[in-house]
């Protein structure tokens, strides 16, 4: 199976620290994505990350992927209320175009 | 910013009915697609659409499952006898496909229940 899985199912942190999930996965992918979903809504792309790249940056978000180990991690820095979500990573390999989900890491950010 | 609609965003109709469910994807796209999850669940995927036929599906998508392109802007998603089962969140994405974008982007859903 492809399908990416995130640790930890939950999280629950202050304001302003920072929230680190990881995704691990069993094959070979072309890439990974973060998503994230507020409660109710639908998906929000994050980041995509290829899979000869190490590490990508946006904003406040970091993720890194490691090959070698199957895993990825999304790092949430100086995290606030509104990052509260629930986050998916999602692999694709092969010619497919469809991302495999994992089941989420849900994130609660406390004010 | 374009973004992917659908309605409506909540449908609820007794089982054995058919429903459609109704995506307008982001106009300058190329690939369309279905997604469900089911509460508490991961997003599961059902179908792709490209050039006015189906790219690929999920053993999800049998033959009570259809889609369409109806003219040039709309996305449907056809359920023809609906089942308890088939209660969830219904999410249409689109994206460019090919090398140009692997990014998918997700309308924000019908909730679909069955009653």
Sequence with gaps: SQQGEEDPQALSIQEGENATMNCSYKTSINNLQWYRQNSGRGLVHLILIRSNEREKHSGRLRVTLDTSKKSSSLLITASRAADTASYFCATESGGSYIPTFGRGTSLIVHP | ?115
């Design chain 2, 1 to 115: 910013e374009p973004e992917v609609t659908q309605t409506p965003s909540h449908q609820v109709t007794q089982m054995g009915q058919e429903v459609i469910l109704r995506c307008v994807p982001i106009s300058n796209h190329l690939y369309f697609y279905w997604y469900r999850q089911i509460l508490g669940q991961k997003v599961e995927f059902l179908v792709s659409f490209y050039n006015n036929e189906i790219s690929e599906k999920s053993e999800i998508f049998d033959d009570q499952f259809s889609v369409e392109r109806p003219d040039g802007s709309n996305f449907t998603l056809k359920i023809r006898s609906t089942k308890l089962e088939d209660s969830a969140m219904y999410f249409c994405a689109s994206n460019f496909g090919g090398h140009r974008s692997y990014e998918q982007y997700f309308g924000p859903g019908t909730r679909l229940t069955v009653t």
